[in-house]
């Protein structure tokens, strides 16, 4: 079992910036991929980034690139998002999820969840 624990989310104008936390608890997760997906009302539930438990590789939805950036802190077992230069499009409830799979851009393919945290981004 993992849990995870999302914080971090609230209401920022065009342009600002928040970062998010990810803070994972539970099984080793030397071998897992860390991944944000967002969900905006209406909306699936879509890929925004992942980062490998261990080395360098990190992965970016097209709409986020250049805005955003996942880091970790294995010290702390915490995954961040960083979020810059937000638009009103941003606008989601962002969740963590850790999976084992090399699906990475998936939902599906994830096997634990976080409880979410909302992200508002005002015009």
């Known amino acids: 079992q993992v849990q995870l624990v999302e914080s971090g989310g609230g209401l920022v104008q065009t342009g600002g910036s928040l970062r998010l936390s990810c803070a994972a608890s539970?099984?080793?997760?030397?071998?897992?991929?860390m991944g944000w997906f967002r969900q905006a009302p209406g909306k699936e539930r879509e890929f925004v980034a992942a980062?490998?438990?261990?080395?360098?590789?990190?992965y970016y939805a097209d709409s986020v690139k250049g805005r955003f950036a996942i880091s970790r802190d294995n010290a702390k077992n915490t995954v961040y998002l960083q979020m810059m230069r937000l638009k009103p499009e941003d606008t989601a409830v962002y969740y963590c999820?850790?999976?084992?799979?090399?699906?990475?851009?998936?939902?599906?393919?994830?096997?634990?969840w976080g409880q979410g945290t909302q992200v508002t981004v005002s015009s």
């Open positions: 999820g850790v999976t084992n799979s090399n699906i990475i851009y998936t939902g599906s393919r994830y096997d634990y």
């Open positions: 980062i490998r438990w261990s080395g360098s590789n990190t």
């Open positions: 539970g099984r080793t997760l030397s071998t897992y991929v």
